[in-house]
C-alpha cells in the first residue's frame, strides 16, 4: 500500500481519528476526550512518514524516547499514549486494524 503521508495530511488525519478515536480499545477504557489522544495520533503520523519503509518494531524505543521532547505531548507518558501513537502509525503505512 502507498504511504498514506504522500496522499493525506495532517489534518485529513485529524479528522479521521477525531471521528473514530472513540472505537479504539484504549479510549474506551480510559474515557479520555479527544484533546488527549492528538498528540500521539499526529506523533505517529509524522513518525510513520519520518521512518518510511522501517517496521515498528525497529524504530519504537526511538520513538519512546522521542516522545520526551516531542512539542506536543503535554504531560502524558509515552505509555500512556504508545497504544494510540501506534494506531496513527498502522494508518498511514496501511496496517491499521479495527480490532487489536
Same mark, same amino acid.
Do not use: C, I
Given at each position: 500500500?502507498?504511504?498514506r ?5 495532517w489534518d *485529513?488525519e +485529524?479528522?479521521?481519528w477525531?471521528?473514530?478515536?472513540r472505537?479504539r480499545?484504549?479510549? /474506551? &477504557?480510559?474515557r $479520555?476526550d479527544?484533546g ?7 506523533y505517529g503520523?509524522e513518525?510513520a ?10 524504530? *519504537?524505543s +526511538? ?12 504531560? /502524558? &507518558?509515552?505509555? $500512556?499514549?504508545?497504544?494510540?501513537v ?14 487489536r
Amino acid at each position: 500500500m502507498a504511504d498514506r503521508s504522500d496522499a493525506y495530511g495532517w489534518d *485529513e488525519e +485529524d479528522a479521521y481519528w477525531t471521528a473514530n478515536y472513540r472505537n479504539r480499545p484504549y479510549a /474506551s &477504557t480510559n474515557r $479520555q476526550d479527544y484533546g488527549y489522544y492528538r498528540p500521539a495520533y499526529r506523533y505517529g503520523y509524522e513518525a510513520a512518514g519520518r521512518y518510511k519503509g522501517r517496521k515498528w518494531e525497529d524504530v *519504537e524505543s +526511538d520513538l519512546s524516547r522521542s516522545w520526551k521532547t516531542y512539542e506536543h505531548r503535554g504531560t /502524558s &507518558t509515552w505509555e $500512556q499514549m504508545k497504544e494510540a501513537v501506534r494506531d496513527a502509525w498502522d494508518r498511514v503505512t496501511g496496517k491499521h486494524t479495527v480490532s487489536r
